[in-house]
């Protein structure tokens, strides 16, 4: 039974690392040419929104606002597949519920 311990602390030690490297990783989602971009964390945390002088226009405000939902969406999409990534190197591939 010690040995099934030992294997459980390493893999919550691995998981606590991998959730801190997620925290601290940047990813960038764009829209429009880069009009819009958006960082957010690993963790899926949004962290900054810049907008092009050039796409705020007070007469379409539709079009910046499609601009934003594509880029957090893209973003959002690119942190995932960094969490999916580095949770696969803990679990050796398998998906498993709420880890992957």
């Known amino acids: 039974m010690q040995p099934n311990m030992r294997m459980m602390q390493q893999m919550q030690n691995r998981m606590a690392k991998i959730q801190e490297e997620l925290g601290e990783a940047i990813v960038t989602g764009?829209?429009?040419g880069n009009a819009v971009t958006?960082?957010?964390t690993g963790l899926q945390e949004l962290k900054t929104i810049k907008i092009a002088a050039a796409v705020?226009?007070?007469e379409d405000v539709e079009t910046l606002e499609d601009?934003?939902?594509v880029a957090v969406?893209?973003?959002m999409d690119k942190a995932k597949e960094l969490s999916s990534q580095k949770m696969s190197a803990?679990?050796?591939g398998m998906k498993i519920p709420g880890l992957t």
């Open 38 to 40: 958006v960082e957010v």
């Open 30 to 32: 764009s829209a429009g």
């Open 56 to 58: 705020v226009d007070p």
């Open 67 to 69: 601009l934003l939902v």
């Open 73 to 75: 969406n893209d973003a």
């Open 90 to 92: 803990l679990t050796g």
